[in-house]
């Protein structure tokens, strides 16, 4: 113990926080490399964060054919000569290319970059010819031209330029040229006609192509764009190819079979436990494993993994599925580890036949832990634990007495780990007809290698797992898929535990797993986030090997981006203040038609009301107007969108606390002439609503960290994520709105219907606000 505590001291100290060092110093081989990396460093002066991260990248990226040249990169990276990871990861590949030569420094130090540096003066100029180059048809597209091709093609003049550097020159001079972006620029772009796309001919197919290929560069924006062009995984049947993967003398006759049933067509499964709702994380791993298949032409399975029959209800099931669906993917097939439970059963009995497996009598507190004690019953004879296994099979002994633990050690360096243990309770699907359940380690290789899963797609905590994968389907000399593991998906400010989600609820935090507030994905869809928005997201996160933790606002951004350009305009008063229009020429009230999209009325129209009655915001009229106030004012006239009218103050009436109760003011056309600063939104003859404004649930990026929240994650949650007020609405909403459907609410926000809503009574949740809230960025 004390000498991890000085391993994760030592790593801390090079810039990594207190969690990463911990995870890192659970793979061996990484960790090892890191140490050697510091060690070397160290002879060349102060590790500063900046090199403590290049020093990560090393030890992590580097390939075992050249870590005898480990001690060579660390130093360059310590002179501060490698200083990017561009040029860390060059370096590798010079390096791999190299392997059989001695290390020509020269030429290694000229394929680097070494000594080379690119100016934010070089960068100005190379950024300002580009656009220069393409002014007039940025000028036309504005903010819907793609900037892609452009930064590849003066990072290209500029090899070792900064990426980052880049593109905020390109950011800063763009907003010069065109200024802040308007209405039109979140307008889609319009669609390429035919004679565009029926253009033919050399050069314009290799402009496209060249076009292409540099916006993919960028970063992927959907799934099958993150599948095609970022995820390079191996060919079915290649197997073999891929770096740890284990040959054995049946390897290749064994991949044929393969082949032969699966027609060569790539084909993956997403495995959740269904013993709790899916959340943001999961839905990386949907989009990784369905998204993979969809691009490749394959298939995906939706298998449940219920091997923990005490935890498992109907419920989970069907609401893992319903989520899958709803964020667009349907399953080529549903199956369940438990459809495969008499294989596994004979499979554990010939890997006791083979000596490679032992029934054992240790509790899970003595096997707890990284370094227990071995087993004395390791070694015993292989008929006592076959006899054993089968007395544990018809129930003679009790839970806890007896494990069926596997002979092999993974990785991280644990020994054996259980393979079968005793559970004395009905299945959701077998009933009573097992009290023996197979373990994660030994069902997941197994029922992937039974499915012929070709590439078998998981997070990074799995990486440790991986030689027991191979090593038990290898040890049944069976078909063995190639496991790939990517980095976990995190957001800040919330928290995905089932176990604390459920605590949450207990204690009434929050009112059910699809409370808006949370982010599970039945509570995201409950908000009015768009399954498109969320693919989006996790296909901008991409597939490495990094853990991702990402703040909300990113997610929130990718929301606005679809609600934008799918959400209808309507208009809604969230803090109302009666306005009276003294000289309304109308006998009765005006119905008015207004389009759902202003900046495209031919996708459509609604009707609103139009009285002598209408109702602003408090938040857009003060008596005395402060500097820039450009709304209603005692003095200040403001217009009413889509009603075409000035209005002007004549009165204010109060209550007898001196609050206002209305502003009677009086109405003329608007026209060139009389044009006001502003125009707000309003309604008349309003529908009620319960509106709910939706917070962050805690106060800290990361609850459950004991250093920022010492009293547990319980004590972090935000007393004010949840205000719920009464708004008035346009009444054309209330016979348009349906549960989920999804408005902006004009100069306010998204906004969906939540199912509590009722034929008399309008419920509405805050999705996100219209843009990203200053304080939280």
Not at 699 to 715: I, T
Request: hydrophobic fraction near 35%; charge should be neutral; charged fraction near 25%.
């Amino acid at each position: 113990m004390t000498m991890e505590i000085e391993n994760i001291k030592l790593f801390q100290s090079i810039g990594l926080s207190e969690q990463k060092a911990t995870e890192t110093l659970k793979n061996k081989q990484v960790s090892n490399n890191l140490k050697l990396a510091i060690t070397e460093a160290n002879k060349y002066g102060i590790i500063t964060p900046e090199i403590g991260i290049l020093l990560y990248h090393l030890a992590s990226k580097i390939k075992n054919q050249i870590s005898d040249k480990l001690p060579f990169v660390a130093k360059y990276i310590a002179e501060k000569k490698l200083d990017t990871i561009q040029r860390v990861d060059v370096a590798l590949s010079f390096l791999l290319h190299h392997t059989k030569e001695a290390i020509d420094v020269s030429n290694f130090e000229e394929e680097c970059g070494i000594g080379i540096v690119v100016s934010p003066e070089e960068i100005e100029i190379e950024v300002e010819k580009a656009i220069n180059e393409h002014k007039s048809e940025i000028l036309q597209k504005r903010y819907q031209f793609n900037l892609g091709p452009l930064m590849q093609h003066v990072r290209n003049n500029l090899k070792w330029a900064d990426g980052k550097a880049v593109k905020n020159e390109f950011d800063v001079q763009v907003l010069v040229l065109l200024g802040p972006k308007v209405d039109s620029d979140f307008a889609p772009p319009p669609k390429p006609t035919k004679q565009a796309n029926a253009k033919k001919g050399g050069k314009d197919k290799a402009e496209q192509k060249h076009a292409v290929t540099a916006s993919e560069k960028v970063g992927a924006q959907t799934i099958s764009e993150l599948m095609k062009t970022k995820v390079h995984f191996h060919t079915p049947g290649e197997n073999y190819k891929t770096e740890g993967y284990i040959v054995t003398p049946n390897t290749h006759e064994l991949l044929q079979q393969h082949l032969k049933i699966t027609g060569g067509k790539v084909r993956t499964r997403f495995p959740p436990e269904p013993n709790g709702i899916l959340h943001i994380g999961h839905a990386k791993a949907i989009n990784i494993n369905f998204g993979y298949a969809a691009a490749h032409d394959g298939i995906c399975y939706l298998r449940y993994d219920d091997t923990n029959p005490e935890k498992e209800e109907e419920k989970f099931f069907i609401g893992i599925r319903e989520m899958v669906e709803w964020l667009g993917y349907k399953p080529a097939k549903i199956t369940h580890s438990s459809d495969y439970f008499q294989q596994l059963y004979e499979w554990a009995i010939k890997l006791i036949e083979k000596g490679l497996a032992y029934v054992c009598h240790q509790s899970s507190e003595e096997i707890k832990g990284f370094n227990p004690p071995p087993s004395p019953w390791r070694d015993r004879p292989i008929s006592e634990s076959l006899q054993l296994f089968q007395n544990m099979k018809n129930g003679l002994l009790e839970e806890g007495e007896a494990t069926l633990r596997m002979k092999v050690t993974l990785e991280e360096g644990k020994q054996d780990p259980v393979a079968y243990r005793i559970k004395y309770t009905p299945h959701h699907r077998t009933g009573d007809q097992w009290c023996i359940y197979p373990t994660y380690d030994f069902t997941h290789c197994l029922c992937d290698s039974i499915e012929h899963i070709t590439h078998s797609l998981c997070t990074k905590e799995f990486q440790s797992r991986r030689s027991s994968y191979y090593w038990l389907c290898n040890a049944l000399d069976i078909y063995c898929p190639v496991q790939w593991e990517y980095g976990r998906l995190n957001v800040s400010y919330t928290v995905v535990s089932k176990r604390k989600i459920a605590k949450l609820i207990e204690e009434g935090f929050v009112s059910d797993w699809d409370d808006p507030r949370l982010f599970t994905l039945t509570a995201l869809r409950r908000r009015g986030f768009p399954s498109e928005a969320i693919n989006n997201f996790c296909a901008q996160m991409g597939v490495t090997g990094a853990q991702a933790i990402v703040d909300p606002a990113v997610l929130e951004a990718c929301v606005r981006d679809v609600l934008n350009v799918t959400a209808t305009r309507h208009m809604a008063v969230l803090d109302p203040i009666k306005v009276t229009i003294s000289n309304f020429p109308h006998e009765n009230p005006v119905k008015l038609s207004v389009p759902d999209f202003p900046t495209e009325p031919e996708k459509g129209q609604h009707d609103i009301v139009f009285d002598e009655i209408v109702y602003i915001e408090a938040s857009d009229f003060q008596e005395k107007a402060t500097k820039d106030f450009r709304r209603l004012t005692s003095d200040q006239p403001v217009g009413l969108k889509h009603a075409g009218v000035v209005l002007t103050v004549k009165k204010i009436e109060r209550d007898d606390s001196g609050n206002i109760v209305n502003i009677i003011v009086t109405q003329e056309p608007a026209s060139e002439n009389n044009k006001p600063k502003a125009f707000i939104h309003w309604v008349s003859n309003p529908a009620l609503a319960s509106i709910r404004l939706y917070e962050r649930l805690f106060k800290h990026k990361n609850p459950e960290d004991s250093n920022e929240v010492p009293n547990g994650f319980l004590s972090d949650v935000n007393p004010n994520s949840k205000k719920e007020i009464v708004g008035y609405v346009d009444t054309s909403l209330a016979s348009l709105a349906k549960p989920l459907d999804k408005f902006q609410f004009e100069r306010i926000g998204f906004f969906s219907v939540d199912p509590d809503s009722t034929s008399g009574k309008l419920v509405f949740n805050r999705t996100v606000t219209l843009k990203e809230d200053s304080k939280k960025a």
